[in-house]
C-alpha cells in the first residue's frame, strides 16, 4: 500500500514549546514538502528538499526547520519562535523524473496551540 | 512568485448541474494542474495540463488552457454531491508549486 502519511493528524501545543510533525512517503520518491494552509486560503510552502541531506526555504520559514536524513522522511518542526502557529500542514512528495511536476499529498496534521 | 488565482471564491449548484472554476496566472508556464481538497484533508491530484495543449477531459473534468490569456477553466459536469470540496488550481515555479487560493465548491442536493 504505496502513499504518503503524516503523524498526528491533531496536534496541541502550549506557548513556547516546540512541536514536530511526521511525514513518511513510500513512494521512492525523491522530491518532499511542506505547506501551511490556513482557513479559507491556499497553501504556502514552507520548506522542500530535493534530495537526501539537502533542503531549501520556502516562501514562510521563520520559525520552522526541517530534517532530511532519510529519503522516506521529513520531519517539521514548529519552534516557538513561530509567533502564529495554529494551522494546517500539508506533506507532499514527488518524482524526480524531468517534466513531472505532479504532487502526492499526506492526509494534512492540524496544529492548535492552547 | 507566481501564483495562480481561482475565480469565484465559492460557487453553489444543485446537483446534475455543472460547475465551471476559473484560474489566471501570471507567467508562462510549461504546465497547469488542479487538485481537489475535501474539507480536512491533504490535495489530490485531478488533471494536468501542458501548454501545447488548450483542452483535456478526465472522465466529468474538462480543463481548457488559453496560454495568450494566461488563463484555465475547470468544468465538472453532471455534479454530485461528493464533488463538494475545494479545488485549486497549480503551476510550477523554480521547482515548487504554486497554489492559488481555491474555489469552495458546494453541491446540493
Known amino acids: 500500500d504505496g502513499g504518503i502519511t503524516q503523524s498526528p493528524k491533531y496536534l496541541f501545543r502550549k506557548e513556547g514549546q516546540n512541536v514536530t510533525l511526521s511525514c513518511e512517503q513510500n513512494l521512492n520518491h525523491d522530491a518532499m514538502y511542506w505547506y501551511r494552509q490556513d482557513p479559507g486560503q491556499g497553501l504556502r510552502l514552507i520548506y522542500y528538499?530535493?534530495?537526501?541531506?539537502?533542503?531549501q526555504k520556502g516562501d514562510i520559514a521563520e520559525g520552522y526547520s526541517v530534517s532530511r536524513e532519510k529519503k522516506e522522511s521529513f520531519p517539521l518542526t514548529v519552534t516557538s519562535a513561530q509567533k502564529n502557529p495554529t494551522a494546517f500542514y500539508l506533506c507532499a512528495s514527488k518524482t524526480s523524473e524531468a517534466g513531472t511536476d505532479t504532487q502526492y499529498f499526506g492526509p494534512g496534521t492540524r496544529l492548535t496551540v492552547l | 512568485s507566481q501564483q495562480g488565482e481561482e475565480d469565484p471564491q465559492a460557487l453553489s449548484i444543485q446537483e446534475g448541474e455543472n460547475a465551471t472554476m476559473n484560474c489566471s496566472y501570471k507567467?508562462?508556464?510549461?504546465?497547469l494542474q488542479w487538485y481537489r481538497q475535501n474539507s480536512g484533508r491533504g490535495l489530490v491530484h485531478l488533471i494536468l495540463i501542458r501548454s501545447n495543449e488548450r483542452e483535456k477531459h478526465s472522465g466529468r473534468l474538462r480543463v481548457t488552457l488559453d496560454t495568450s490569456k494566461k488563463s484555465s477553466s475547470l468544468l465538472i459536469t453532471a455534479s454530485r454531491a461528493a464533488d463538494t470540496a475545494s479545488y485549486f488550481c497549480a503551476t510550477p515555479f523554480v521547482r515548487q508549486l504554486t497554489f492559488g487560493s481555491g474555489t469552495q465548491l458546494t453541491v446540493l442536493p
Open positions: 507567467t508562462s508556464i510549461n504546465n
Open positions: 528538499s530535493q534530495i537526501v541531506n539537502d533542503f
